[in-house]
């Protein structure tokens, strides 16, 4: 988690309170101060007073229905491991003036757990069930500033972007699917400002730990649960296979070494798993079995180059078109050109965007058009999967240069690219 703390041991919290509120009121009212916001503060309030938020009142506040909070409690996967956070709250101590809020990935409060007192404070700044916390809402917050930031956050008094919060503190933290990575909500912890101990940080961050740690257990519960009732398909089966969930997580492997996870399965999409090559993947209760095609399975992919580029894969006796992005495109013809040595997510990055200082970003359209095609694409060097063709439709050119994808649409790193060639890589030309 690091250390996120707003305080030290020893603050003179009421002094230290009175210092941040005249810094607050100078800097919003546009004037200066020998005090400074932390770089966080700092980049919070920007984005607030970018919303369109005013400091000096309540903005307006987004408050779902009963219903709508209902749903979205029903399908949290926190809702399994509330009464866990709500355990470690409570091992402080009941008469503690510490709010316990649970929020979901946009913000929104769905579960409170406190003194009666403090919830009706709370309830008057409209931080209560079904009201969202978003920067972009309420500005700088425990919750909000913990999404936008994508770490653990503690505000401390006038930190706050509305004076109204101004008598909190709010120390938040995010958690995150440990199957996915994806962010699943914000715990966080508020009270009284005067009230902040130094302990607060490590209660939220340790609440975090455990509700990811027990969201593990649980998913690993489930692969039990999976690899049990998969037992009779497993049996019949000839030949190595595995059985995954639905995020491909492996319950069970037959003839293959074990891994712990296979890109997602769907259904008609050939996939490239390790020791397995290219396999289909047939949907059974609760999950999946993935097994080579009976004889072998060789998936061909054909991008068109046309306006929008198209790719057709045909495999396992089905196919499918489906159009895709011009830089999905350029990244198809960059592997098409790189042949079977592939390309190293830096030389992606180069011939995407003229540097290499971009490979955050590559990764991630990779990770997309992965998920249009399948796992045809292998990594580290980014490549054509064992068992795919790739062969690309220029239209009327003779060639990849003289398309008019190449010459008219494409980025001028990557015609550049096509044209010359790249130091170690086979071309066309």
Known sequence: MGDFAAIEPGTDLSGYARQLIRMHGALIGGSRSTLRPRPLVGRSWSRALDAGLAPDHTNARAVLGFDEVEIRRRTSVLADVVGDMRNVISGVGDDSDMLLVVADADGVVLWRHGPTRIRRQADALGFQEGTRWSED??????????????????LFSAEHFERNQHPWYCTGAPVHDPRTGDLLGIIDISGPALSLHPAVTALVATSARLAETQLWRRHEDRLERLRTSAGPVMAASTGPALVVDDDGWVA????????????????????????????????????????????????????????PPTVAVQGSGSGWRSAVSVRHAEILVLLHLSGRNGMTVTQVSQALHGDPDHEVTVRA????????LGSVLASRPYRLADGVELSVSYGDAEGLAGSDFIRRVAGPDVRAFAMAGWPGLPGEM
């Open 137 to 154: 809402a309420v500005g700088t917050n425990g919750i909000g500033t913990a999404i936008a930031e994508a770490t653990p956050v503690q």
């Open 252 to 307: 069970h492997a037959v003839g293959v070494a074990p891994v712990r996870r296979i890109p997602v399965p769907r259904t008609g999409k050939a996939m490239s798993v390790p020791g397995l090559g290219m396999c289909v993947a047939e949907q059974i209760v609760d999950g999946w079995l993935v097994r080579p095609e009976a004889g072998g399975l060789t998936v061909r992919v054909e991008l068109a180059l046309t306006d």
């Open 365 to 372: 359209e990779i990770s997309r058009l992965r998920r249009i």
